[in-house]
């Protein structure tokens, strides 16, 4: 169980790996055999990239309390990167930094390069949220040494998510445009959906300030793998970064959401006008005037990404306004 939840983590399916993580607490409810540690902390991270920080602090909890601070094997370095991010997310970027390096050091120490390398891609993008450019590339530089030791596809893709990081943690965006845009060539054949979009994300930053469509367009596929891996946290991470885009991009963050980002009187108007009624009929439902129907129904068209009454009907379905 403990494998298999790696697996799904590594793969991008965050659900999965959850639920291994919670089959696993109700066959043993309280861990005490030390190999059962890493299967906790691997589901720890799972539940912060869906966003359940509580979830991810019980798991921690739990694998601690197998361990302790005892050494065994490679499993308290692995407990001590969970808890790394349970930082991030409830404290600060530079705190887990600080947590997460001397964990991965000791990884690299232990020769367990595989593991190092996904905490060293979580180190390189706290890096990069706390602005330590130092750190971002200290990590893209243990990654691209453990990618030549490897030698597989995988570990140079992570490796290019490292360097398009240190760029970004420098102020140099346009030195990040090119290893994001190798990461994603890379990792498309990977089947590891999650760092895909982390580097679809990573090149949507790039991207911002000199080719905002082009951002758009990367942080929209970022945003819709993240919700195919229930990766909700990098997926709202993703739809703030399109925000930043002005009209564009709060539009494609809005149609990301769906009927979810309508208020209650604009998806009222949405639902009714997918059935074909007319701005006047929609009004005197709702007692309302022709022109407040109106102006609803722009701001719905903007939300959901259609362009007419039309498109709406055509897509009530697919919307779930039908």
């Known amino acids: 169980m403990e494998l298999e939840t790696l697996n799904h983590l590594l793969a991008g399916d965050y659900k999965a790996a959850r639920a291994m993580a919670r089959e696993a607490a109700a066959w043993q409810p309280r861990v005490t055999a030390r190999r059962r540690a890493p299967g906790p902390a691997f589901g720890a991270l799972a539940a912060i990239e869906c966003g359940d920080v509580?979830?991810?602090?019980?798991?921690?909890?739990?694998?601690?309390?197998?361990?302790?601070e005892r050494e065994w094997c490679f499993y308290l370095q692995v407990v001590r990167w969970a808890q790394a991010l349970v930082t991030w997310h409830t404290r600060c970027a530079a705190e887990c930094v600080a947590e997460l390096g001397p964990a991965i050091a000791r990884l690299l120490e232990m020769g367990v390069r595989p593991?190092?390398?996904?905490?060293?891609?979580d180190l390189a993008e706290a890096a990069v949220d706390a602005d330590d450019a130092t750190a971002a590339r200290a990590a893209a530089d243990d990654l691209w040494a453990v990618a030549d030791f490897v030698g597989l596809a995988l570990y140079q893709g992570l490796a290019a998510i490292g360097s398009a990081c240190a760029s970004l943690a420098s102020g140099e965006p346009a030195?990040?445009?090119?290893?994001?845009?190798?990461?994603?060539?890379?990792?498309?054949?990977?089947?590891?959906?999650s760092y895909?979009?982390?580097?679809?994300?990573?090149?949507?930053?790039?991207?911002?300030?000199?080719?905002?469509?082009?951002?758009?367009?990367?942080?929209?596929?970022a945003a819709a793998i993240c919700d195919q891996c229930g990766a909700t946290w990098r997926r709202e991470r993703a739809l703030d970064a399109l925000r930043?885009?002005?009209?564009?991009?709060?539009?494609?963050?809005?149609?990301?959401?769906?009927?979810?980002?309508?208020t209650r009187r604009?998806?009222?108007?949405?639902?009714?006008?997918?059935?074909?009624?007319?701005?006047?009929e929609i009004?005197?439902?709702?007692?309302?005037?022709?022109?407040?129907?109106?102006?609803?129904?722009?701001?719905?068209?903007?939300?959901?990404?259609?362009?007419?009454?039309?498109?709406l009907v055509r897509r009530a379905t697919e919307l779930g306004l039908s």
């Open 115 to 121: 593991t190092a390398a996904m905490a060293l891609v």
């Open 175 to 193: 030195r990040a445009v090119d290893p994001a845009r190798l990461s994603i060539e890379i990792l498309s054949s990977t089947g590891c959906a």
């Open 196 to 221: 895909l979009a982390r580097a679809h994300y990573l090149l949507g930053r790039s991207l911002a300030a000199d080719a905002r469509p082009g951002a758009v367009t990367e942080l929209e596929r």
């Open 283 to 311: 009004g005197a439902s709702l007692f309302v005037g022709k022109r407040t129907v109106e102006s609803h129904l722009a701001s719905v068209y903007a939300k959901l990404g259609v362009d007419s009454k039309l498109q």
């Open 54 to 68: 509580l979830e991810a602090e019980r798991l921690v909890a739990r694998a601690r309390a197998a361990l302790g």
């Open 244 to 262: 930043q885009l002005g009209h564009a991009g709060r539009r494609a963050a809005a149609a990301a959401l769906g009927p979810t980002s309508l």
């Open 266 to 280: 604009e998806h009222e108007v949405a639902r009714l006008a997918a059935t074909g009624m007319s701005a006047k």
